[in-house]
Structure formats: structure tokens, C-alpha cells
């Protein structure tokens, strides 16, 4: 699946992303505070191009580090495979993470993941904002002016 969002696309999609609610929480009762934070905190999962899961593997891997924007780009040095991190404010303060893995040995392809993180845990939040996304595209086809 490709997606092609035009500026006013993606301030309805921000504007989706900003609801709903989360705590989040560093080990020790601290909250993350960049993007960075949370990038350190990530599953591996989520890094599959990683040979070994350690912070300094991971500081090596930053190819794109724009903490005041939150968006944070790391991969191979050849960018056949890369994540992207984007860090986008809710509306109650607390911080949705979207994560974006691409893969491009021969031809694209990619995975969004939208992630919360509370009490200590990644909790995939696809399911409360994809269905309006869905809607959202519908409506589009229909309207044609969205």
C-alpha cells in the first residue's frame, strides 16, 4: 500500500492522530521527551536491519535526527532498508509514535505502525486510527475533494 499525502491529507491525518489518550512513561517514572527517547526505547522488532540490539548499534545506525521537529530516520548505510519515527502530540499532551519501515532491495515496500508507550509498554494503536483512516479514504473517493 503507497501513500501520497498532500498537505491538506496529512492535516486531517494529524488531526486524527491527536485523539485519544496515553501516559507515557521512561523506566523509573520519567517520561520520554524526544524522539530519541522513544528510538532507544523501541522493540527490536521494529528495527529489523539491526545485527545486534544495543545502543550504540542503534546510535550508529541515526541517519536523520531532527529532535525539535520529532522525527528521527535510522537504517543500512545503503538506505535499502530504513525506519522512519515521526513523534506527534495528542490533544491530552501524551505522544503517538509513528513508526514507518521501508524495504527497498529490489522493489518498496513498506509498514506503518502507529505506537503509544505507557506504564513501561508499546501498545500498537492501528486499530483505534485506522478505521478512520479507511473512512476518510472512502469519503475522498466520493468527494473527490479531500
Known sequence: MRWNLSKPRLAVLVL???MGSS???MPGGRRPKSILDYYFLLPPKYLPYLTADSRPAREAAIEISD???GFLKSGLATD???TALALFKKSDGSDLIAVEN???PAA???SLNLLLYGNDQWVESRMIYYPLLIKL???RRFSGNI
Open 108 to 110: 518498496c515496500s513498506s
Open 16 to 18: 486524527f492522530l491527536l
Open 102 to 104: 521501508r524495504a527497498c
Open 80 to 82: 535499502e532498508v530504513s
Open 137 to 139: 479514504r472512502s469519503k
Open 67 to 69: 529532535l525539535d521537529g
Open 23 to 25: 501516559l507515557a512513561q
